[in-house]
């Protein structure tokens, strides 16, 4: 977009407190002194809103971008009226990410993945001639696809074969977009196996996960959308997860408002939940654990296959790493919620009754749990409170227009060779 100036910022090293600068796709310390995130520093220590700027980029002072993309839709947070009145809560405020016209929210994808794409696609990147590698169980993938499909920046893109049917899109996906998928059986592991495998093939990047400082400031969008909205932050911060990546984004974002100032010195107290019976973060807090238990392969993957959120499925999150989700909960505290199928069922329906609109599997988990929690006496029933709706509105999107899938071109065993995938990903771009 013309007249959009580039957001200041740099680099910073948890490992070693190393200041850098953001040359091109950072995604570690430089010095490779230990296993630690990077954070982005920015110039702009209060957040500085720009409505004259597309969707999310109005936030573009606390996003490490250099342009602005077209398709962008942004976070809306509202007062909740009907489940905060159901469940007692005096002061609960919702953060739906998806599509919801009539409330402002137009995430075509129906997730808050739009906010890492938007963002990470946007960030600096010397490689436009190269192929970005993406894994996901699904929602990223879809949001990837369509970012950029959109804005013609080539991208492979790794799912497992049995989640094929979260690539759903209204309009057809640009040829610069390729998929391939690990075969049924697979999981969100085997996806990131695939993308690896990629990335040893020149000229193919890895899109980075947590690890993209863009990817987390983009899912702290959500964030930024409730501190601003509600004028303060939040006492807790309610939301499903599978890698952990949103909480620490939350987490990061709490800290930037500290020190903006203005808006009270509250640390969000961090309430995220799992999908029974795939629950490793939850294993690994209650055992005091900073690292992940160990996890039988063919167990966690049929453990993985019972549940309803299949995009909570990660079996390496960003638990154990330093600046990661294991630090996030020691600084401010909270809990890991567990919920079964049928209680994420419940809870979806009721935020349709009570809000209007459907909620996807993930969202519908932490909805559950915060159930929970106020059934458990676990918050404070006059307490501020945000839950990260991270997937809404897709049925209501499905119901409204006409839906296409994109197909893989390529399904690659569980156990593959790696020259012979290497030579046919190739013969793909």
């Known amino acids: 977009m013309s007249g959009f100036a580039k957001t200041k910022y740099h680099l910073r090293s948890l490992c070693c407190g ?221 939301q499903a997860i599978g890698s952990g990546t949103g909480a620490i984004a939350a987490w990061e974002a709490n800290m930037r408002f500290l020190e903006d100032g203005r808006f009270g010195s509250t640390k969000m107290k961090l309430m995220v939940s799992q999908n029974i019976p795939f629950i490793p973060i939850k294993e690994a807090w209650d055992a005091d654990s900073r690292d992940i238990l160990p996890m039988n392969d063919e167990e966690a993957r049929k453990q993985i296959e019972e549940i309803s959120a299949k995009v909570l499925s990660n079996r390496k999150p960003s638990y154990s790493i330093k600046g990661g989700l294991y630090d996030a909960m020691k600084d401010v505290g909270g809990d890991v919620f567990t919920v079964t199928n049928q209680e994420a069922e419940i809870a979806s329906l009721l935020f349709a009754k009570t809000e209007g609109n459907d909620v996807e599997p993930a969202a519908a988990v932490a909805v559950a749990s915060l159930i929970q929690a106020v059934h458990q006496e676990k918050v404070d029933l006059d307490a501020t409170i945000m839950l990260n709706i991270t997937g809404g509105g897709i049925e209501k999107f499905k119901k409204e227009k006409k839906i296409i899938y994109l197909k893989p071109l390529l399904v690659v065993p569980l156990n593959p060779d790696s020259q012979l995938v290497h030579e046919k990903i190739r013969n793909l771009f």
């Not at 920015?42 to 597309?54: E, F, G, K, W």
């Not at 409330?103 to 890492?116: D, I, V």
């Open 18 to 238: 190393e200041n850098f600068e953001d040359k091109n796709w950072e995604l570690s310390c430089p010095n490779n002194d230990g296993l630690a995130l990077i954070r982005a520093i920015y110039d702009d220590r209060q957040l500085v809103i720009d409505d004259s700027l597309p969707g999310l980029y109005k936030f573009s002072s606390w996003l490490p971008v250099s342009k602005t993309l077209i398709g962008s839709g942004a976070p809306v947070t509202f007062k909740s009226a009907g489940l905060g009145t159901e469940l007692g809560l005096k002061n609960l405020y919702i953060t739906f990410n998806g599509y919801w016209p009539e409330k402002g929210a137009l995430m075509e994808t129906g997730t808050f993945k739009e906010c890492e794409a938007y963002t990470v696609c946007a960030r600096i990147n010397e490689n436009p001639q190269g192929v970005m590698v993406v894994a996901s169980a699904g929602n990223t993938a879809r949001a990837f696809a369509k970012v950029c499909s959109e804005n013609k920046i080539p991208l492979l893109i790794c799912v497992p074969e049995d989640n094929l049917n979260a690539l759903w899109f209204e309009h057809e996906i640009d040829p610069c977009v390729k998929l391939i998928a690990a075969e049924s059986g697979g999981d969100y592991f085997d996806a990131i196996h695939l993308s690896n495998l990629a990335c040893q093939i020149k000229g193919f990047y890895p899109e980075g996960g947590s690890k993209n400082v863009a990817r987390r400031d983009g899912m702290g969008a959500t964030v930024l959308s409730a501190v601003t909205t509600i004028g303060r932050i939040p006492d807790y911060y309610f």
